[in-house]
Each structure stands twice: as C-alpha cells, then as structure tokens.
C-alpha cells in the first residue's frame, strides 16, 4: 500500500458523506483568508470620518434642464451648396450644432439632390429642428457653386428668422493647384 499525504486523507473524508469530521470554514472568494466576518470586523478610520458626515440632501441636486429649453438669441447658418448636393447647419455663435440636414437625409436621390427645390426643404426641416431654442437672428455663410444657394437663404428668412448678414465663404485659390489640362473637344 502507498502511503497518502496527510491533507489528501482530509480532503478525501471531506468528500464522502456520513463521515464524523467537520468541514472547514471557507472563507468567501471576495474576502482574503485571514479577514474576519463582518459582524467582528471594526470601521476603519476613513470609513469612520465617512459616516459621520453630514448626508448630501437630496433637494441640492441641480435639476437637469431639456435639451431645446435654453434660449439663444443668435445663431450661425452654414449652407454648403456643391454640384452634387446643399447641407445646410446651425450653430450657435461659438460654433456648437443645434441642427442640421442635407439633400440625401431629406429622401432625395441622385441628382435631385442638388436642386432649388431640394435646398427649400432642407432650410425648412433645419429650422422645424431648432425651433425650440428660439433663435432670432441668424448670420448666413454660404459656401459653394450649387444650385441651392439662394433658395436655401430664402426658406430660413421665410421660416422666421431675421437674417443679418449673408457672407459668401467659398474657398478661392490664389493660383493654388496647377489647373487640369485643357479638354478638346
């Protein structure tokens, strides 16, 4: 017979049911093994400063506020009408987003994108969107050679707003890039 170990011979008794030895405690897998349970276990000194300060009271807390109920006086009307399609957004005068919407997000496709009509309706649905925070007036800056760059201007002057400047921001090289090679037709 081979001799066995000591604490196999406890482990082995410990898995058989009916044998007259009692079970170790084991401690819980969050605890180390020498913590003590909780009933014998005394505060330390931070826990103790913890406890006997004063709770926060519950009617301190600021109350949060919606997202549209602040109220801005002025704002800045980003039109960028390109060949392809008119995205039109407005900030506020630090340059933070309140709404936006383009030529493709309105449903329109293709090159329908890019027309008049298409750059109305985009105007409108920005100024459906920023309606609760109750802008005034509105500096416009219009960037690009697209077809929905005056029509754009007129559907944020027709839906409210009082236009004070309109400024004219396309970039203009001054002899930038060397130019494309001449087509022949």
């Known amino acids: 017979m081979a ?16 044998t007259d030895q009692p079970e170790k405690a084991q401690p819980e897998k969050n605890q180390p093994e020498n913590a003590q349970p909780d009933k014998a ?20 807390k600021p109350s949060k506020r919606s997202k549209g109920s602040r ?50 309706v985009v105007s409108q649905d920005v100024a459906r969107q ?13 960037q690009g050679p697209g077809a929905g760059r005056e029509s754009a201007v007129r559907a944020l002057q027709s839906s409210g707003f009082t236009v004070t400047v309109i400024r004219d921001v396309t970039p203009i090289p001054h002899n930038g890039c060397r130019p494309r090679k001449r087509r022949r037709v």
């Open 41 to 60: 276990r005394q505060p330390t000194e931070a826990e103790k400063i913890l406890m006997s300060a004063d709770p926060v009271p519950t009617e301190a």
């Open 130 to 142: 920023v309606a609760p925070y109750r802008i005034n007036e509105l500096e416009v800056r219009v």
């Open 71 to 120: 109220t801005i006086s002025s704002g800045i009307a980003h039109i960028n009408a390109t060949f392809n399609n008119t995205q039109v957004s407005i900030t506020d005068t630090r340059g933070a987003v309140l709404g936006w919407s383009s030529g493709g997000r309105m449903g329109f496709k293709g090159t329908r994108k890019s027309t008049a009509y298409a750059a109305t």
């Open 3 to 18: 001799k066995e170990n000591p604490k196999q011979a406890d482990e082995a008794a410990a898995a058989q049911p009916g």
